[in-house]
């Protein structure tokens, strides 16, 4: 179903390149007139050459390619209208400001799944094209009014493509887009699906899950309540380094048992650790415990 990009790979991870037009796009130029003896002879091919000569000058107008930016559902879309004097830029162009688009809504589609979807529409020879960008921009639907996809399970697996040999001056044509844009969601756990639009022509759908809204905070810690001595025993420890029950005993004037005690429940907490011969010395946890209460 779509083959590949007349446009170079984003700069950076998942961005747009720095250009729409990118320098290694070959120009576009319309196929030459056939002669009357290699004319087309079926009646698809001659429909796919007149709708690949149509686009030597891709659409302007009202019949220009629109972007449908959702704020909220319950307010008109902003739209734009994107016109190009080509049909590598206008491919370079709608996947860009695609791009800009979603991620200024706080989308996270890859530009590479828009990429490859956008010059999917070299099937549909760009008729009548509807990008729309809903839910946050987790959700892009590219609609058109070209023939429509057939065998809609299919045009998902590698190899298979509709692809014309005019189609190839323009893309790769080796089906490989839809199945790359597919895979690429999935790492994401999105998905991609296609449904036949009204009145014909076809709707691709791109659909992220929201990741929860904005980052949360880790969750508290559980609160650990200490007697004034066990508070004592982890300053002592701060101080000396490390400390058997003797010495904690002697420091505090208390039962060498009652140190016992109050060091095995440190060391149960995980505010203590063992470092032999019976001291015990400070974890991260209990410096970061006993910074907070002094």
């Known amino acids: 179903m779509l083959a590949g990009a007349t446009t170079s790979p984003p700069s950076t991870p998942g961005g747009p390149p720095s250009k729409a037009a990118p320098s290694d796009a070959q120009p576009y130029s319309a196929p030459s007139e056939r002669s009357s003896d290699t004319a087309p002879t079926d009646g698809r091919a001659a429909s796919d050459a007149a709708g690949i000569a149509s686009l030597a000058a891709p659409p302007t107008g009202p019949g220009a390619p629109r972007i449908a930016i959702y704020d909220t559902l319950t307010s008109p879309p902003r739209v734009l209208s994107v016109e190009e004097k080509d049909l590598p830029a206008l491919i370079g162009s709608l996947a860009e400001k695609t791009y800009h688009y979603c991620r200024e809504q706080g989308g996270q589609v890859p530009y590479t799944v828009i990429n490859e979807l956008i010059e999917n529409l070299i099937h549909a020879y760009f008729r009548d094209v509807v990008i729309t960008i809903l839910d946050g921009g987790q959700v892009i ?10 065998d809609k399970e299919r045009a ?5 493509t509709t692809a014309t040999a005019e189609q190839r001056q323009l893309i790769k044509g080796v089906g ?16 991609i699906t296609v449904e036949d639009n009204l009145g014909g022509g076809a ?10 809204g904005p980052p949360t905070s880790p969750p ?12 004592k025993v982890l300053v002592l420890l701060m101080e000396l380094g490390a400390a058997g029950p003797t010495a904690v005993a002697k420091e505090l004037k208390v039962a060498p048992a009652t140190a016992f005690r109050d060091l095995g429940l440190l060391e149960k907490m995980g505010l203590i650790h063992s470092v ?6 400070l974890t991260e946890e209990g410096v970061t415990l006993l910074e907070s209460i002094l």
């Open 141 to 150: 639907r590219v609609s058109d009014h070209g023939p429509g996809v057939n």
């Open 156 to 160: 998902f697996l590698p190899g298979f």
């Open 176 to 191: 490989s887009g839809l199945p790359i844009a597919r895979e690429s969601l999935s790492f994401l756990k999105g998905v």
């Open 203 to 212: 709707v691709f759908t791109i659909n992220l899950p929201h990741g929860g």
């Open 220 to 231: 508290a810690a559980p609160e650990i309540n200490l007697t004034t001595r066990q508070k």
């Open 276 to 281: 032999g011969d019976g001291k015990r010395a």
